[in-house]
């Protein structure tokens, strides 16, 4: 697996068969709501993709970190970081702006 992993990284490959995903509706359980709108999607993809993945996300973030590319602002795919600390942070820094009597816009990316 690790000559194939280092192939494929050294290529800048990726199998096209690692990219496909096989989607499934989650089924529900007897007895419990048949209503379709709960039904989700689940997307499985082939193991030896996920985990070639799984090894490049984990290298970059370490090579970010370890270089301090990341800026203190940057709270995806960062540890110990999420969405509500993006969020407080977001409302602390537009009630002082407002309390200054400034002007806040505000441009959210997804």
């Known amino acids: 697996m690790t000559a194939i992993y280092n192939e494929c990284l050294g ?25 379709t709108s709960k039904f989700r999607p689940i ?5 030896a993709g996920n985990v070639l993945e799984k090894l490049l996300i ?14 203190k602002n940057q709270y995806g795919l960062t540890p110990q970081k999420n969405t509500i600390d993006a969020a407080m942070e977001a409302r602390k820094f537009i009630e ?10 505000m441009v959210s990316l997804d």
């Open 43 to 47: 997307s499985l993809i082939n193991t």
């Open 96 to 105: 002082s702006q407002l309390e200054k009597g400034s002007v806040v816009i």
């Open 58 to 71: 984990k290298r970059i973030l370490h090579h970010l970190h370890k270089t301090k590319f990341l800026n």
């Open 11 to 35: 290529t800048g490959c990726f199998p096209t068969n690692w990219k496909t995903a096989r989607i499934l509706t989650k089924t529900n359980r007897a007895g419990k709501s048949t209503d």
